[in-house]
């Protein structure tokens, strides 16, 4: 392992996805991602008497389900590294108090799952922790109750606005060989252009995962085309757009269709989530699921991922402040 650039590391020492897991709410399994998921839940309170109780029942499932599919039991995992986007992280940190395993709480807000695979991939590739688990989760009623309004309200949607994600995914990193490789990341910097609109998410977070983007290609000496696929988390559609439009302005060359968004393909348009699905879960989920599928198939030989974050609570967002937003980097190559 070494680092390269301002911001980037290259994984030398081995770092290997060798299995994941994700479990999705029924609006998922329902839309055209949902035969990728492990587990479609149908009740999503999930036996529980509260939407935060069931978000950390989502996220245990998620993690147990890829222990499983590794052959490892939970005693010999090394670490957790996770988070979700309640306060104090508490599905994630819940799950952990019954899992047992040491853990490293994350957050990136909806970026989670890609910063906890870089830093777990950190830990494995040094040798100082192996093997690990990276995992993410969001449940739609609980990010509404704390980040928005009640449910109850049945308040309208501008288009604009996004569709947490219910949903958890899962990823085992090893430091014996797979056909799966984290090759290498970035680190995000906050980014901020002073957007307020909480509705209108993808326009704060497309300037960070652009920045994150440049910074990644500077630092590893290449150019787009290296990768069949640059994946964002949950743009959303209109945040898609705009991060094309940024990219096209400093890369003349871009090709067309390179990018492709969580998010915007969560749903269908039929669902009405209007611009598409948000959340840790989304890309946690979509990763864990549709991605890996594509790797192990051979549709993809190697991709970036750039997880996007909006770093903002209740408490900023009552104050006035705007919405800085931060993204991470993991690229994944098939062996």
Not at 144 to 173: K, V, Y
Not at 284 to 289: C, K, P, S
Request: net charge negative; charged share 20%; with cysteine.
């Amino acid at each position: 392992m070494k680092r390269t650039g301002e911001r980037s590391i290259l994984f030398e020492g081995g770092a290997y996805v060798s299995a994941s897991a994700c479990v999705a709410g029924k609006k998922e399994g329902e839309g055209p991602l949902g035969d990728t998921f492990d587990e479609i839940i149908s009740d999503d309170l999930l036996g529980t008497d509260t939407w935060e109780k069931a978000e950390s029942e989502l996220f245990k499932k998620a993690v147990k389900m890829c222990a499983e599919k590794s052959g490892k039991m939970m005693d010999e995992i090394g670490a957790l590294f996770a988070g979700d986007l309640n306060a104090q992280i508490i599905s994630s940190g819940f799950a952990a108090r019954e899992l047992g395993v040491p853990f490293v709480g994350m957050y990136g807000a909806c970026s989670t799952m890609i910063e906890s695979m870089l830093t777990g991939a950190v830990f494995v590739s040094s040798g100082a922790i192996t093997p690990v688990i990276a995992a993410a989760s969001s449940h739609f009623c609980t990010a509404e109750r704390q980040f928005r309004t009640p449910l109850e309200l049945g308040t309208q949607r501008p288009p604009s606005a996004q569709w947490t994600a219910t949903a958890a995914g899962a990823c085992m990193i090893d430091g014996i060989k797979t056909e799966i490789q984290i090759e290498s990341g970035t680190i995000g910097r906050v980014i901020d252009l002073k957007i307020k609109d909480a509705a209108h998410m993808g326009a704060a977070m497309a300037p960070a995962v652009a920045d994150t983007l440049f910074g990644h290609l500077s630092d590893l000496a290449i150019s787009l085309t290296e990768y069949d696929r640059i994946i964002t988390g949950d743009l959303g559609k209109y945040g898609l757009e705009i991060l094309k439009e940024l990219v096209k302005k400093k890369m003349k060359d871009c090709p067309s269709g390179l990018f492709y968004d969580c998010g915007a393909n969560l749903y269908s348009d039929e669902q009405d989530t209007h611009a598409g699905g948000s959340g840790c879960g989304c890309i946690a989920g979509v990763l864990a699921g549709h991605i890996m599928n594509q790797l192990k198939e051979g549709t993809y030989q190697k991709i970036l991922l750039l997880g996007s974050g909006a770093m903002m609570s209740v408490t900023s967002s009552l104050q006035g402040e705007s919405i800085p937003s931060i993204s991470y980097a993991i690229s994944l190559k098939r062996c």
